[in-house]
């Protein structure tokens, strides 16, 4: 069993406080991950410092994908080695309309990669099946990126954008936050299809119910920036009923 | 006092200095030190302008040498392209015109200022007037030279219903003034005041504008949006005055700014005076970097950072230049941005 994702005594700073401290974990390839933990316990820090996110200080440890030393590589050149990162608050930008912004994205990735861009009918062919999948109207996407999109429309977006760029690596920053119930099972059945033996997953999430559709392989608890627990989907259950008090000596 | 003065006369003390309100960032005379030689006379282009092949009439003014009158007929619809070249052999020199728009007609004014040259100091000046119920789009693409010294002036009369719409794309010059200053009568006249600037180096831009609204029912929409890299220095002064009487006006003014780099700089002057009742007046004016987050956010999807850049500052400029109405003109006005932030457009 090959290793996707492997994370060693990760130190992350902010601003020069320390948010990671000494945080390990490995995501072997084709398994999905699920972290909870309580809130600011560090783990949109953990997928910003994946991601490579300026201001985000790695003081000490690694992360590496399939063997390559990630945190040495821009942002940009981590995406195109396949890191995705579904952010817990995505980002609008006004005047580039959600089709021009992916079409960008996906050949700045290929052309990274030493790949052909795509033909404009080829992407239109594709962007059109995974929106119908995710039952997201086409003409929303000729609006500006996530403006005025409400914020379960901005999370199917991002789920669209993951399904569009096909990564390796997907971290998912409680993209079931702000989902009315129908639209958790669509994201979740979207991310299901997304499973694969060449693809990890790495699923941040406070809640139990998404974890009923999307069914972890492993579950690990992040507590004041650390990994302080690891298990498999009843650990999840566990943390439901007993809450996160029983981890507080084991982080101090 | 102005450039105008100065060139006519070479009298530098007619030269407006840092010490006049107006121009304290467009300072003149500590900057010309000694006025070039009158430029040579010349007549027509050898090179399309800009906007080559969207007119159905053309006007050339070389080294300030052209046809100075120009009218529409009532009634008529036209496009114009109107070229001010400063050639290559051009030092000082006044190019003057007057443009007539008669009542009911339409002009689309596609004006180029075109730098040959390199170290020339040139003014230009435009009277312009629009009758009774008539049409003036234009559009200016104000292509002067790094090491040129401009004064642009537009004096713009506008009469009871009429309808003015302007879009300034400039990427400045040594020292650069864009002004234009409108007379608008209220009475159902309605303006658009539009401005773009991208500037690097050492350049400089100063969009300077002047609206007095003398008459009741009158509607001025202004929105410039700059980005500022290098040395750059770009300067908004935008003025509206609502004259006691000019009562139901409704003017907007938004002034957005980018700055790039620790060494550009961007001053800005937005003013309403109001003097009059029942005045629906909002003006905005920011002036910031480019937003980390949405870079993050960018790159985050495999976007190279100057491209992200590009495509961010794009958009942001975009917004300006999407409010062109001509096709054409808004088509090489779309073209001049890519070419400005060197993306595809
Ligand atoms: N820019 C910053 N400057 C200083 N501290 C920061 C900054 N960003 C985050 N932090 C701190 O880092 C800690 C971890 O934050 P993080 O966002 O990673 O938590 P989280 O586990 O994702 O929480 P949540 O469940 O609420 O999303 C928090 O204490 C937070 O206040
Ligand atoms: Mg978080």
């Known amino acids: 069993m090959t290793t996707m994702l492997s994370i060693n005594n990760l130190h992350v700073s902010i601003d020069g406080k320390a948010i990671l401290d000494g945080l390990t974990l490995d995501v072997p390839v084709g398994e999905v991950h699920a972290v909870m933990g309580p809130n600011g316990a560090g783990k949109s820090t953990l997928s910003y410092a994946l991601a490579g996110r300026p201001g985000y200080e790695v003081t000490a440890g690694s992360a590496t994908l399939n063997g390559d030393d990630l945190l040495a590589l821009e942002p940009n050149e981590r995406a195109a080695r396949g890191v ?3 952010f817990q608050y995505p980002i609008e930008i006004p005047g580039v309309p959600a089709l021009t912004f992916l079409r960008t994205a996906l050949n700045a990735q290929l052309k990274a990669r030493g790949e052909a861009e795509i033909t404009a009918p080829a992407f239109l062919k594709l962007v059109r099946a995974k929106a ?60 299901n299809a997304m499973r694969g033996p060449d693809r990890s997953m790495l699923v941040i999430t406070h809640y139990q119910r998404l974890l009923d559709h999307i069914r972890p392989d492993r579950v690990h608890v992040l507590a004041a920036g650390r990994i302080v627990a690891s298990g498999g989907p009843e650990l999840a259950h566990e943390l439901e009923r007993g809450g996160y008090d029983q981890y507080a000596k084991v982080a101090a | 006092m102005s450039l105008a003065r100065a060139i006519t006369t070479g009298d530098l003390t007619q030269l407006p200095s840092r010490r006049d309100e107006d121009w304290r960032w467009s300072d003149l005379r500590g900057l010309i030190r000694v006025l070039p030689a009158p ?40 496009t114009l392209a109107l070229r001010f070249i400063a050639a290559r052999d051009a030092g000082a020199h006044v190019a003057r015109a007057a443009i007539e728009v008669d009542a009911g007609a339409t002009l689309t004014l596609l004006e180029s200022y075109e730098g040959e040259g390199t170290d020339y100091v040139v003014e230009r000046d435009l009277a312009i007037s629009v009758a009774k119920g008539a049409r003036l789009e234009r559009v200016i693409i104000a292509g002067d030279d790094q090491d040129a010294v401009s004064v642009s002036r537009a004096d713009i009369d506008l009469s009871p219903g009429a309808t003015l719409a302007q879009t300034v794309l400039t990427h400045g010059g040594k020292r650069q003034r864009l002004e234009t200053h409108v007379a ?95 005045v629906a007046c909002a003006h905005g004016n920011t002036v910031g970097a480019l937003d980390d987050e949405s870079l993050f956010y960018a790159r985050q999807r495999g976007i190279p950072e100057a491209e992200a850049r590009a495509m961010l500052i794009g958009a942001f400029l975009g917004e300006v230049v999407d409010r062109i109405e001509h096709d054409g003109a808004r088509g090489v006005a779309r073209a001049w941005l890519a070419e400005q932030l060197g993306t595809r457009p």
């Open chain 1, 132 to 191: 119908a999948g995710l039952k997201m109207d086409f003409d929303m996407l000729k609006r500006s990126l996530n403006v005025g999109f409400s914020g379960g429309e901005k999370k199917r977006m991002e789920i669209l954008q993951m399904a569009v760029l096909s990564p390796k690596l997907a971290i998912l920053d409680e993209t079931d936050s702000g989902l009315d119930i129908d639209a958790l099972r669509i994201v979740a059945e979207g991310v």
């Open chain 2, 39 to 78: 430029s040579p006379a010349h007549i027509g282009a050898g090179t399309p302008g800009p906007f080559a092949g969207l007119a159905n009439r053309e006007v050339v003014i070389v080294n300030g040498y052209g046809p100075a009158a120009i009218k529409v007929a009532a009634g008529e619809t036209q």
């Open chain 1, 84 to 86: 995705f990162l579904s």
């Open chain 2, 184 to 278: 608008h009568p209220g009475a159902e006249a309605s303006v658009r005041l539009d401005g773009v600037y991208v500037l690097g180096a050492k350049r400089h831009a100063d969009l300077t504008t002047v609206v007095t609204h003398a008459g009741a029912n009158g509607v001025t929409d202004q929105l410039t949006k700059g980005v500022v890299n290098g040395q750059a220095r770009g300067v908004f002064q935008g003025r509206i005055v609502v004259s006691p009487g000019a009562d139901q006006t409704d003017a907007k003014m938004g002034h957005h700014a980018l700055v790039l780099s620790d060494r550009a700089e961007v001053d800005a002057k937005p003013e309403l005076e109001i003097y009059a009742d029942d």
